[in-house]
C-alpha cells in the first residue's frame, strides 16, 4: 500500500539494489539525523521503499536501545517463519512478547539464523500459513490428512502430547491435494506461495 494513499506507486530499482544498499547502510552514521532521507535522495528512491528494503534485508539504525532478550525469546525465536518479519511479530504477540519485525530480523541475523522454512514446522505454523486455527492444524495432523510426525520431547499428555512436525514437501502436498478446502483469503500469502511454488521443500 502507498503510504501516501492512492494508487500504488511503481517503483523502478536497479537489479542490484539490495547490495547498494547494504553498502550505503553500513556508511551511514546512525546518529545523523535524517540519514537515511539523504540515502534515499542520492538513490533517488522513496524514503519509506528504501527503509522497508532495508528492514527485509535486516538492516537497522539503533534509534533506541532494545530491552534486553529473554531467554525464553531466544528459545522462540528458530521456531518461527522468519521468511516473514510481520507473521514473526504476531507469532511472539501470541506468547506474550513485544517484538518488532525489524527487531526480530536483526536479532536472528546476529544469530546468524536461517530465513528460509525450517526442516520442519510445527502445527501452529502451519495453522498461520493456511489461515486457520491451530486446532484445526492438529485434527489434521491427527487424522492423517496432512502428514507429520512427533517432535521427541517430553510433553506430557497433560500438555496435549508431544508437538506436531510437518515438513514444507508435506505441507505442500496437503495443499495441492486439498485446494478446494484452503480459503486463499485467508493464508498467509508470503509464507504460502514459497510452499506452492516448491521453494519451502528445497
Request: with cysteine; aromatic share 6%.
Amino acid at each position: 500500500m502507498n503510504p501516501g494513499g492512492g494508487p500504488r506507486q511503481s517503483i523502478d530499482a536497479p537489479d542490484n539494489i539490495d547490495d547498494i544498499i547494504r553498502r550505503e547502510w553500513a556508511l551511514l552514521d546512525g546518529k545523523k539525523r535524517g540519514a537515511v532521507n539523504q540515502l534515499a535522495d542520492r538513490l533517488e528512491l522513496p524514503r519509506w521503499w528504501v527503509t522497508k528494503r532495508a528492514t527485509k534485508l535486516g538492516l537497522v539504525l539503533r534509534h533506541k536501545k532494545e530491552p534486553p532478550w529473554t531467554n525464553a525469546e531466544l528459545a522462540l525465536l528458530p521456531k518461527v517463519p522468519l521468511h516473514s518479519p510481520e507473521v514473526c511479530a504476531r507469532v511472539f504477540r501470541e506468547h506474550g512478547f513485544r517484538r518488532s519485525p525489524t527487531a526480530i530480523v536483526v536479532k536472528a541475523t546476529r544469530m546468524q539464523l536461517s530465513r528460509r522454512f525450517h526442516e520442519a514446522l510445527s502445527a501452529h505454523e502451519v495453522a498461520v500459513i493456511l489461515g486457520i486455527d491451530s486446532k484445526t492444524a492438529a485434527c489434521l495432523c491427527v487424522s492423517g490428512e496432512l502428514n507429520a510426525h512427533r517432535r521427541k520431547d517430553r510433553r506430557l499428555p497433560q500438555q496435549g502430547g508431544s508437538r506436531w512436525l510437518i515438513t514444507p514437501a508435506d505441507l505442500r502436498r496437503y495443499v495441492l491435494d486439498n485446494l478446494e478446502r484452503v480459503d486463499l483469503r485467508e493464508v498467509e500469502k508470503f509464507a504460502f506461495i514459497p510452499v506452492v511454488a516448491g521453494e519451502a521443500a528445497r
